[in-house]
């Protein structure tokens, strides 16, 4: 094999290379993306609850719960839909994920939107 044609073979091998590597690149982003709607649910968990909004010591009508809820139209009931972060610093359970109900517990406080 002559040096020019030694070098145009591994040019070629080279560019066959990258295009291997592109290819497994490609595979594991799409890997990734997969990866990543497997973990779109998170955060969810539970089914939809209503909960009466008098109830106290409950995360979902507390002040501190990060999960998804909305208040019903007469402020009689909390409507909760995900698991939720509880961001109270007093509370033992700071920065676990906690169920609508879960509770009762001391550190509860009075959700603003329920007043
Ligand atoms: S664990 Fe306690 S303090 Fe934290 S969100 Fe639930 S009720 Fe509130």
Redesign the pocket.
């Known amino acids: 094999m002559t040096d020019t044609n030694f070098s145009q073979a591994r040019r070629n091998w080279i560019a066959g290379s990258s295009a291997a590597y592109a290819l497994a690149a490609a595979g594991g982003l799409s890997r990734s993306a997969s990866a990543a709607d497997d973990h779109k649910g998170h955060g969810k968990g539970v089914a939809a609850i209503m909960v009466d909004a008098g109830r106290e ?3 979902a ?6 999960g998804t809820r909305r208040v019903a139209e007469d402020k009689k009931s909390v409507y909760a839909e995900s698991l ?5 610093s ?5 920065l ?1 994920m ?1 169920q609508p109900e ?8 009075k959700w603003e939107a329920l007043s």
């Open positions: 010591g409950v995360c009508t507390c002040r501190y719960w990060g939720g972060w509880c961001n109270n007093e509370s033992p359970h700071f676990s906690r879960a509770g009762p517990m001391k550190m509860w406080r």
